[in-house]
């Protein structure tokens, strides 16, 4: 037995002796006795160990040829030795839980668990609550991007060869398609198990290639400049790349496909700075989140398979084939955009979410976009092959991120929830509730622009909803491009409402259109609103 394994399992059974079971065994490791949750209570306050262990790795795939749960530290993707024992990367993630003796370690050092290959079942879940303290940060990883290292390329790089730049004014989302001897630059996710994050090694950028983006031409989301992790320095700020030019050498890449079912670091000592780059206390970064199901969501799958994030974890160039749920508490303070005058809350920058979302947040105490609970920056959210869920709360939309829909016929449902700059993708209804704010944006010079495809995607106020545009002349048509605006339900008229004026309430059975709202309103304050209550706004 190597020394590691022997002193997790001896402390077990000095512990065991004391404390009676309570729970199910952890699979995979030496440590039978104790619950799957909770703490343990070593002797002394003694930290065993393997919660000082800085470093795991993981190889379910044993792409390293060497992988094995008996390894001595598991620290190292390389086959090798230590102590005189056999080391490499573990092969399963129970085997770390299992030296742990729990899911809840308290670590006191910053701490990388890195998944140098892939799941390909259920057998080996993935559930990390790590008690994170004295300002310690958790990264799960995946292989070989630290630095400027990328996963395993998917496909050949290609060449673009035409380029259809972003115009928002337009309706028009990036594309591009091959040069003539450029290779295969439309690829199709449905032909691989992971969604495929996309490089440009010319001008440096990564995005995603959706499901529902498939066509003779590629049609990634939005561009963003390649984020910056660095641990106990915060993270680089998210920006927006339009620079695709014919010739741009493309690369595809499947990220590592991990089980993750539960990722919720537990704050002991929030690692505060004081600067702009506050340090998220978890990062996900370039990882699949997995889902081993492979039924095809629809009107009967009531209980699609979740993953649990916590607020306090940042999510990087990242997909999550789960539906993403939240549980309630701090969020990450992941960093301040150019808009806001604190930190935001919760950051998704550059993910894709095709499963979807039922994630509910609580702004802070200042109801304005810059203090939304979460940001997604860029990336897309729903696809009408994956989604079984979308329902949001006190979100922000931006970096013309990508709203989808479900294919179990669940439309995108946010509530008090903001948009920036966003491309509504294909003819979504989005329905509204609560308070949105459309006043401002990270990009585009602080101007929201709402733009959706050809097919006319709507917005649709429920019941008392609240929407705020900027005030100005022409603000409304410049804010809804292509947008159908319903005001409860399906209902397209409404009336005239100016505080300011002689009568607060006017001229009825307008329609609710961005030219109209231009018309009625224009640069005085103001509301379309429903009998109901719906209401557009410039105020």
Not at 115 to 122: A, G
Request: charged fraction near 10%.
């Amino acid at each position: 037995m190597n020394p590691l394994r022997a002193f997790a399992f001896f402390a077990v059974l000095a512990v065991a002796a004391c404390s009676p079971s309570s729970g199910r065994p952890l699979a995979g490791g030496p440590n039978t006795n104790l619950p799957p949750f909770g703490i343990p209570v070593y002797p002394h306050g003694v930290i065993p160990p393997a919660w000082q262990q800085a470093a795991w790795v993981v190889d379910p795939a044993n792409a390293s040829g060497c992988a094995s749960d008996a390894n001595a530290t598991c620290g190292t993707a390389s086959c090798g030795s230590a102590a005189g024992y056999a080391d490499g990367p573990c092969a399963s993630f129970a085997e770390i839980a299992g030296r742990w003796g729990t899911y809840e370690p308290r670590l006191q050092q910053t701490t990388t668990m890195t998944f140098i290959s892939s799941h390909s079942s259920n057998a080996d879940p993935v559930t990390l609550r790590p008690r994170m303290e004295k300002g310690a940060q958790f990264l799960l990883q995946g292989a070989g991007v630290t630095g400027t290292g990328l996963p395993t390329a998917y496909a050949a790089s290609c060449v673009i060869g035409t380029v259809t730049a972003k115009n928002r004014g337009s309706n028009v989302p990036l594309s591009y398609t091959a040069s003539a001897t450029g290779g295969n630059c439309a690829v199709s996710p449905a032909a691989t198990a992971t969604p495929l994050l996309v490089v440009n090694a010319t001008h440096a950028s990564r995005a995603f290639i959706t499901n529902n983006q498939l066509a003779s031409s590629s049609q990634p989301t939005q561009p963003l400049s390649a984020i910056t992790v660095t641990l106990g320095a915060g993270l680089g700020a998210p920006t927006e790349a339009d620079t695709y030019a014919s010739g741009d050498t493309v690369s595809y890449f499947q990220l590592p496909n991990v089980n993750l079912v539960d990722f919720e670091p537990q704050v002991v000592d929030f690692p505060h700075v004081n600067t702009a780059a506050t340090l998220p206390p978890g990062i996900l970064y370039q990882l699949n989140v997995f889902d081993p199901q492979t039924v095809t969501p629809n009107a009967t799958a009531v209980f699609p398979d979740q993953v649990r994030i916590s607020p306090a974890v940042t999510v990087v160039e990242s997909s999550l084939q789960r539906v993403l749920t939240t549980p309630p508490g701090l969020d990450s303070g992941a960093l301040a955009l150019s808009t806001g005058t604190t930190a935001m809350g919760g950051l998704l920058a550059n993910a894709y979410l095709p499963a979807g979302a039922f994630s509910v947040y609580s702004r802070h105490a200042a109801a304005s976009k810059s203090v939304a609970s979460l940001t997604m920056a860029g990336g897309a959210v729903g696809d009408s092959t994956a989604c079984s869920a979308f329902y949001v709360a006190g979100w922000l939309f931006d970096f013309d991120a990508t709203i989808g829909t479900c294919a179990n016929g669940n439309a995108p449902d946010l509530t008090d929830t903001d948009l920036g700059c966003v491309f509504i993708d294909g003819s979504s209804v989005v329905s509204l509730r609560g308070v949105s704010f459309e006043n401002g944006s990270n990009v585009n010079s602080n101007v929201p622009v709402i733009y959706g495809s050809a097919s006319n995607p709507t917005l649709r106020l429920w019941h008392n909803a609240h929407v705020q545009y900027p005030a100005g002349a022409s603000n409304a048509a410049a804010t809804y491009k292509n947008m159908i605006l319903n005001v409860s339900s399906s209902n397209t008229k409404a009336c005239v409402v100016t505080p300011a004026g002689a009568s607060s309430f006017g001229t009825c059975n307008l329609s609710t259109t961005a030219a109209q709202l231009d018309t009625s309103l224009g640069a005085t304050s103001g509301c379309l609103c429903s009998g109901a209550g719906a209401c557009f706004c410039n105020f």
